[in-house]
C-alpha cells in the first residue's frame, strides 16, 4: 500500500477545548431566558398597577355621579318644599355634654410651692378642656386622725366637725379627683393621709367611676411608694385611675424647681388630658350603659 492509499484518521479536538464553549453557549442562553422572564414580569405588573388605577378611576367616577344625583335631588325637595325630615341619628346634633368637675386635694402645707406648681400645670390643660376645677389645700391645716369611733356609720358624717365634713360634699358632687402630696419619709404627708382616711371613710355615697389621679413630688426618691400609698384610696372604692406616660410625679427641692422639671410637667398635661378623656368617656358610657353590676360585699378576716 502506497503512503498516498494510507487512512487518515480526523483530528478530534481535546475534551478540554469543547466544554467550555458548551458552557458559555448555556449561561447566554440561562441568561436571555432570565431577561425575558423579569420582562413579562415588569410588563405583567404594570398591566395590574394600571388596571387597579382604572377601576379606581371608575369607581370615583360612578361615586362622584352618586353624589351628585343625590345632591340635586335634595336641590328639587327643597324647591317643592318636599324634603323629608332627617331622622337619622347621625344627622341630629348631640346635647352638649355638662362640664366635669375636678377636685384637687393639696397635701402640700407650703402656699406658691412645687406642688402647687404641677397642680398649676394640670389645672391649665384642665381648664382649655372645658373641666371646672376646685383647689382646697389641706396640707396646711389642722386635721387630726381617725379614732374609729364608727359614728359615721349612723350619722355619715365624720364625729370630728372640719374640713373633712366640708370635703364630701364636694367629692360627691365631683367626677374626678386629684390628691397631690409632697414626699415625707417615701410617704404622703400624714396630714393629708389622716384627711383621706376619714373622707373615705366616713362618707358612704357611691365613689364608682370617679376618675382618680394622684401626683407626687420629691426632692429626689420616695415618689414611687407616696404614689402607690395614695393610689390605694382609688382601688378600695371602685375609681378608675389615670395615667400618664410617666409615674405622676414632679422633682424639686427650693420653690420654683418644679418648673425646670420639663418632663415632669409634661407627665402633668398629658395625666389632665387623660383624665378629661376618661370623665368624659364614663359619662357618655353610664347614659347609655349605666353602672356595672354591683354585688353584696362579702367581709372576711383570717380567724373566720
Not at 170 to 191: E, F, M, Q, R, W
Request: with cysteine.
Amino acid at each position: 500500500m502506497s503512503e498516498n492509499q494510507k487512512k487518515v484518521k480526523p483530528v478530534e479536538p481535546a475534551a478540554s477545548a469543547v466544554k467550555p464553549s458548551v458552557n458559555r453557549a448555556v449561561t447566554r442562553a440561562r441568561k436571555a431566558a432570565e431577561k425575558r422572564a423579569a420582562a413579562e414580569e415588569k410588563a405583567a405588573a404594570k398591566k395590574a398597577v394600571a388596571a387597579e388605577k382604572a377601576a379606581e378611576k371608575k369607581a370615583a367616577s360612578r361615586r362622584k355621579a352618586a353624589e351628585k344625583k343625590a345632591a340635586q335631588k335634595r336641590v328639587n325637595a327643597r324647591k317643592t318644599g318636599n324634603e323629608p325630615a332627617r331622622r337619622a341619628e347621625g344627622d341630629r346634633k348631640p346635647a352638649p355634654m355638662p362640664p366635669r368637675r375636678v377636685l384637687i386635694l393639696n397635701g402640700s402645707p407650703r402656699a406658691g410651692g412645687n406642688t402647687e406648681a404641677a397642680i398649676d400645670e394640670l389645672c391649665r390643660v384642665f381648664q382649655s378642656e372645658g373641666v371646672e376645677t376646685e383647689t382646697v389645700q389641706v396640707g396646711n391645716l389642722d386635721i387630726r386622725g381617725c379614732i374609729a369611733c364608727n359614728s359615721c356609720s349612723e350619722s355619715g358624717r365624720c364625729v370630728f366637725d372640719d374640713i373633712v365634713n366640708e370635703l364630701a360634699p364636694k367629692l360627691y358632687a365631683a367626677d374626678g379627683l386629684v390628691i397631690a402630696s409632697p414626699v415625707y419619709y417615701a410617704s404622703a404627708n400624714a396630714t393629708l393621709v389622716a384627711c383621706l382616711q376619714r373622707l373615705f371613710y366616713s362618707t358612704h355615697f357611691d365613689k364608682r367611676m370617679k376618675v382618680g389621679a394622684s401626683i407626687v413630688i420629691a426632692r429626689r426618691t420616695g415618689c414611687s411608694a407616696a404614689y402607690d400609698e395614695l393610689n390605694k384610696f382609688f382601688t378600695l372604692s371602685e375609681m378608675p385611675v389615670a395615667s400618664s406616660v410617666y409615674w405622676n410625679n414632679v422633682h424639686g427641692n427650693d420653690r420654683g424647681e418644679a418648673a425646670l422639671d420639663s418632663e415632669g410637667l409634661q407627665t402633668m398635661r398629658v395625666l389632665a388630658r387623660n383624665m378629661t378623656f376618661l370623665m368624659k368617656s364614663i359619662a357618655l358610657g353610664r347614659k347609655r350603659f349605666g353602672l356595672p353590676e354591683q354585688e353584696q360585699r362579702i367581709f372576711t378576716n383570717f380567724i373566720r
